[in-house]
Structure formats: C-alpha cells, structure tokens
C-alpha cells in the first residue's frame, strides 16, 4: 500500500564512510525527487529527475550523486560523508504535469 | 518563485475552524498558492492549491484575496491531528520544485 517507499528510516555512520538511501515508488510516476531538512527544519530540495534524466540539481555538493534505474526508483549515494550531511533526507514523487508531490516517511541520517 | 509570510506558531481549540494566513505580495499572474502539511516525524502532504479562485476539497479550504497578494487556508474543525507546520508556497505551473518556508506552527488544543 505504501505510496513512497525510503530505505533505511534510520542512517548512523562515521564521517568520511559512503552511504546510500532507497526510494521506491509504486504511484507510476514519471518525476522524482530528493529534499532536505535540516537541522532548523528548513526543507530544501536537491535533485529532480524526469524518466530517469536529471532534471534540477540545486548546488548540492558533488560528493551526492543521485541515481535512477528506472523510473520508480531514485537513490541517493553520498560520498565522504561529512557532519553537516546529518540531516532527514525525504524522497518524493509526481506526474511532471501534476500538483501534488507524494513524499516518503523520510531516512534520518546522523553522521558521527 | 514569490515569496511567502506566514506566522511562525499559531493555537487553535479542538472543533473550531483554524484560519492559517500566508502573505505573498510578490505574486505573478501565473503562479499559483500551495498549501503543504508537515505532520511531526512525517513528510510533508498536500493539502490544496488554487490559481485566484476560492478552493474546497475534503481536506481545507482556501482563500485567495481578490488582488492574489495573500490567502487563508482554513481547516474546518480542527482536530487534535491536524497538529503540524504549515507551509504556504507559491508555485509557477508546471514548475517541478516545492520552495518551502519556515511554515506555521499550529498547535490543536484539547
């Protein structure tokens, strides 16, 4: 029944070790998303990918490279992992002619 | 994208309508007014958005001023779920990114 799917809900690592998030969407939507919040609790986004182009990037770092085998999935891969990457990274997804975003329960990420 | 003003916290009695302001002087002719929900622990969820004309659906109703430049959301009779931030974002059509705010507090109280 989930919508939009994160994996893992709770991320603790060292600083400089790789890390990954999941996202999954079974909506048959053709445009997903990563956001951040961080600590203040702004929520940004990062990346936007249309049937699995790059469609926004907005300066995040390059150490966070964003990867999409298809078109229900995008996955977030983060290099050199560094303390002020701990933040709730929330997936979400759309038609690109929609409104609504449908976003993920989120994967909390603490970097140590 | 315009931006929007919203209180930071706002309190509102269980069972009574909670009118939730947002401000967005800077409004385009074609942008139009998002309201998203952020309930605690959750991801945002969307609540409804219009263009320049009053909208309803089975979440909130939104109120737009005649001149565009501010809106209302407004939750009929609020419960003690409807506890969360609220975000009002203004938003070009067909425009991929949600630009979100620091959103109000509302508080439901028993």
Known sequence: DTAVSQTPKYLVTQMGNDKSIKCEQNLGHDTMYWYKQDSKKFLKIMFSYNN?????NETVPNRFSPKSPDKAHLNLHINSLELGDSAVYFCASSQVTANEQFFGPGTRLTVL | DAKTTQPPSMDCAEGRAAN????????SGNEYVYWYRQIHSQGPQYIIHGLKNNETNEMASLIITED???STLILPHATLRDTAVYYCIVRQEGAQKLVFGQGTRLTINP
């Open chain 2, 68 to 70: 565009r430049k501010s």
């Open chain 1, 52 to 56: 699995k182009e790059l469609i926004i």
């Open chain 2, 20 to 27: 939730l302001p947002c401000n967005h002087s800077t409004i």
